[in-house]
């Protein structure tokens, strides 16, 4: 990965968001991210650059990208309506393909927005967020990717009286992490697999910084839920789940508000296809509630509060 920046491009801010922590949220999505999960449901979010997405559906192959782009990293359509072939290691992200597309063929993701303006469109519906219990969550990628920015975003955020949350693989500094704990309400706290081979070969890195920053969250007490995607052939499996509740368990069943089982779904296949990169899931089906209710009764039996899909609720 390029030097991260310490100011991180804003990927997306989504509102009236219900699937991120209690109540109606807003949810700020910052680009970069230091894992490289395969089943990464957000894969424009991974690197911290700007991306470029290719509509195909959109594209008249007029040929105007190719004639636009000074560094051939565009190659005319061919000449039986095949779709430009797009050499992506030449792109400089200029974005003048984009500016020149006459039907939105391509757009890119991730922009440059101030504190103020982040805080004043995450604050727009505050309303909402004081009648149903929601609040701000920041996501990505991967907020611990830019310390210092999140904890001045967090603390900006909680001056407004918000409620905040932040979604995290927990994989960067404790230092940072207990930093946050001065603002941030709610963690909801990745954890895909208990063996540091395996995570290190499938993800890319260590869990064994991940396991040790969620046991030094909770000795501060902290609120935090643990969200575990459920993967084929990764973790889905009764004894990987048993481990992962074992683990849990030692640190205290009372101290995790809730388990969130989040079973695999095929919704970003078209991303990876937009952005021409490899997807190792294509055509497999999304998981159904009811293939992964074995593997929720294994938490539940161990005293584990534990949801399928974590629809969280209204803040308490």
């Known amino acids: 990965m390029n030097e991260i920046p310490l100011i991180p491009l804003i990927a997306n801010i989504q509102r009236f968001s219900i699937d991120d922590g209690p109540g109606i949220r807003t949810v700020v999505f910052l680009k970069g991210c230091p894992l490289r999960c395969p089943w990464c449901h957000n894969p424009e979010m991974q690197s911290p650059e700007v991306e470029i997405y290719y509509h195909e559906l959109k594209c008249t192959r007029c040929g105007i990208c190719a004639e636009t782009c000074k560094q051939g990293a565009i190659i005319s359509p061919g000449p039986n309506g095949e779709p430009p072939i797009r050499v992506r290691e030449k792109c400089v992200k200029c974005l003048m393909c984009v500016n020149a597309c006459p039907n939105q063929a391509l757009t890119f993701v991730g922009q440059n927005m101030t504190m103020d303006e982040i805080i004043q469109e995450a604050l727009s519906d505050t309303p909402f967020f004081k009648n149903s219990g929601g609040g701000v969550t920041i996501s990505g990628g991967e907020a611990l ?172």
């Not at 927990?170 to 001065?182: A, H, S």
């Not at 499996?237 to 095929?266: M, Q, R, T, W, Y």
Request: proline share 2%; charged share 30%.
């Open 145 to 316: 990717l830019f310390p210092e920015y999140v904890c001045k975003l967090a603390e900006c955020l909680k001056k407004e009286d918000c409620h905040i949350a932040i979604e995290t693989s927990g994989f960067g500094k404790w230092d940072d992490l207990e930093r946050l704990c001065n603002y941030i309400d709610l963690f909801l706290y990745d954890l895909k697999h208990i063996d540091d081979v395996v995570h290190k070969k499938v993800i890319g890195v260590s869990n064994k910084l991940i396991l040790g920053n969620l046991e030094k969250l909770i000795a501060r007490d902290k609120s935090i839920r643990i969200r575990i995607p459920i993967i084929p052939g990764f973790n889905m499996d009764k004894a990987v789940i048993n481990k992962i509740g074992d683990f849990l368990v030692s640190l205290g069943a009372d101290a995790i508000e809730a388990v969130d089982l989040l079973p695999f779904h095929s919704f970003a296949e078209i991303k990876y296809k937009q952005l021409d990169k490899h997807y190792k899931y294509d055509g497999l089906a999304s998981l159904e509630k009811e293939s992964v209710k074995d593997l929720e009764e294994i938490l539940i039996n161990k005293g584990l509060v534990t949801t399928i899909g974590g629809q969280v609720g209204v803040r308490k």
